[in-house]
């Protein structure tokens, strides 16, 4: 069992940067893959990011590779989200979680354990 716990969320204006982190309970944090996951206003929850357990790969949603980069510490039981050149489309409760498979694609119902999620909203 982990339980996980964002922050790191606020409020920033357009062209900004914010680092969001996800902190992990539990002795087992490094045998689960990671994703991060957003959810706008109104809308569904969506696909940002994941990671491997190790770190060692990592994949994007297609619109979002090369402003947004996830990372892990698994010394920190801690994965980061970090992005830049933040947009007002990018206004979003983001929410991180955790795989037990392995798993660190799109798919909500892959992951197992969720956090409560931050606020990020981006001012025009």
């Known amino acids: 069992q982990v339980q996980l716990v964002e922050s790191g969320g606020g409020l920033v204006q357009a062209g900004g940067s914010l680092r969001l982190s996800c902190a992990a309970s539990g002795r087992t944090f490094s045998t689960y893959a990671m994703g991060w996951f957003r959810q706008p206003p109104g809308k569904e929850r969506e696909f940002v990011a994941g990671v491997t357990s190790s770190g060692g790969t990592t994949n994007y949603a297609g619109s979002l590779k090369g402003r947004f980069t996830i990372s892990r510490d698994n010394a920190k039981n801690t994965v980061y989200l970090q992005m830049s050149s933040l947009k007002p489309e990018d206004t979003a409760v983001y929410y991180c979680?955790?795989?037990?498979?392995?798993?660190?694609?799109?798919?909500?119902?892959?992951?197992?354990?969720w956090g409560q999620g931050t606020q990020v909203t981006v001012s025009s």
């Open positions: 979680a955790a795989s037990a498979k392995g798993y660190f694609g799109v798919r909500r119902s892959n992951y197992d354990h």
